[in-house]
C-alpha cells in the first residue's frame, strides 16, 4: 500500500458530462501529481501542485483542472468529456516540490470509461 | 525534448532464466532515473532510482545500473510473481517541479 488514496476506482459516464477525481497524498507530502494513463500514450504527466500551488504543468487539456485544498487533498476535474478521455487517472505525491531523494508514489488509479 | 525509450515492448523469459530490460534517455540534465513495476489494475509501485552514471542498485532479483545514456534492469532467476509491466522514469535538471518523464514500459512474463 503505497498511502495515496484515489476515489472512486471506477467512473463510466457519457460523453459531454463532467466528473471529479479525488486524490489524497501520503501523510506528509505536500505535492500531488496527476498523470494519464492510456494504451497508445503511456504515462502522461498533466499537472503538479505543491502545497496548494501549481507548480508544474504538462500537455493537460484546457477541459481539465485541478486545484490542491488546504488538507492538501487534491481534484481533477475532467468537462466536456469525449470519448478520447477514457483512461486510467493516477495521482501521485512526494514530500518536496521536486524529487530530491524521494520517489513519486502512486495510487491504484481511477478508471474512466466516456461512452 | 526529453524523451525515455524502453526495449523490448514485452519480454517472455522461463523461470530461472536470466535476462535485461533496457531504458534508453534523452534529458537536457538527468536529475534521476527511476524504475517501477506496475501490475494489472495498480499503480506504478517504487522499486530503484539512480542518480549517477556508474550507480547501480539492487533488491531481490532485480539489479539496476546506469550509464550517460541508458539504464539496464537485470533479472536473475526470474520468477513467475516477478510479471508484470516495468516502467523508467528520468526527471530533468531543467523541469519545473517534480515532473518524471516516463517511458511506455517492457510487459515481462515469466512462465513456470
Known amino acids: 500500500d503505497s498511502g495515496v488514496t484515489q476515489t472512486p476506482k471506477h467512473l463510466i459516464t457519457a460523453t459531454g458530462q463532467r466528473v471529479t477525481l479525488r486524490c489524497s497524498p501520503r501523510s506528509g507530502d505536500l505535492s500531488v501529481y496527476w498523470y494519464q494513463q492510456s494504451l497508445d500514450q503511456g504515462l502522461q504527466f498533466l499537472i503538479q501542485y505543491y502545497n496548494g500551488e501549481e507548480r508544474a504543468k504538462g500537455n493537460i487539456l484546457e477541459r481539465f483542472s485541478a486545484q490542491q485544498f488546504p488538507d492538501l487533498h487534491s481534484e481533477l476535474n475532467l468537462s466536456s468529456l469525449e470519448l478520447g478521455d477514457s483512461a486510467l487517472y493516477f495521482c501521485a505525491s512526494s514530500p518536496g516540490w521536486r524529487q530530491g531523494r524521494s520517489p513519486l508514489h502512486f495510487g491504484n488509479g481511477t478508471r474512466l470509461t466516456v461512452t | 525534448e526529453d524523451q525515455v525509450t524502453q526495449s523490448p515492448e514485452a519480454l517472455r523469459l522461463q523461470e530461472g532464466e536470466s535476462s535485461s530490460l533496457n531504458c534508453s534517455y534523452t534529458v537536457s540534465g538527468l536529475r534521476g532515473l527511476f524504475w517501477y513495476r506496475q501490475d494489472p489494475g495498480k499503480g506504478p509501485e517504487f522499486l530503484f532510482t539512480?542518480?549517477?552514471a556508474g550507480e547501480e542498485k539492487e533488491k531481490e532479483r532485480l539489479k539496476a545500473t546506469l550509464t550517460k545514456k541508458e539504464s539496464f534492469l537485470h533479472i536473475t532467476a526470474p520468477k513467475p510473481e516477478d510479471s508484470a509491466t516495468y516502467l523508467c522514469?528520468?526527471?530533468?535538471?531543467?523541469?519545473?517541479?517534480?515532473?518524471?518523464?516516463f517511458g511506455q514500459g517492457t510487459e515481462l512474463s515469466v512462465k513456470p
Open positions: 522514469a528520468v526527471q530533468a535538471l531543467q523541469n519545473q517541479g517534480g515532473k518524471l518523464i
Open positions: 539512480l542518480y549517477s
